[in-house]
């Protein structure tokens, strides 16, 4: 189970912390970070892997950080200088495997979304 918080209203500029609770962290896993649109497909923002890789999209590279604290069996989003175009449903999703994707597709578990809104 995935529960999604964090997120919020922040006008352009601005920055949100979104944190994603985790009933259970396989040994071996990746976790991402997905956001959508009004209408517009669901897109990944960033992954990592239980190896510590990460991946961004390239609308996220040098504005979001994507973090783990396995103690907590939580993950994180940091998302800084945020711009309108960034104004989504935002969601957590995780696969078993260290392997992955940018495709939405290939995740099985996902949280219930928090939505984040970015003014001009």
């Known amino acids: 189970q995935l529960v999604e918080s964090g997120g919020g209203s922040v006008q352009t500029g601005g920055s949100l912390r979104l944190s994603c609770a985790a009933s259970?962290?396989?040994?071996?896993?990746?976790m991402g970070w997905f956001r959508q649109a009004p209408g517009k497909e669901r897109e990944r923002v960033a992954t990592?892997?239980?190896?510590?890789?990460?991946s961004y999209a390239d609308s996220a590279k040098g504005r979001f950080t994507i973090s783990q604290d396995n103690a907590k069996d939580t993950l994180y989003l940091d998302a800084n200088n945020l711009k309108p175009e960034d104004t989504a449903v935002y969601y957590c999703?995780?696969?078993?495997?260290?392997?992955?994707?940018?495709?939405?597709?290939?995740?099985?578990?996902w949280g219930q979304g928090t939505q984040i809104s970015v003014s001009s």
């Open positions: 990592i892997a239980s190896d510590g890789t990460t």
């Open positions: 259970v962290f396989p040994s071996s896993y990746c």
């Open positions: 999703a995780a696969k078993i495997g260290v392997t992955c994707y940018t495709s939405s597709s290939m995740f099985s578990y």
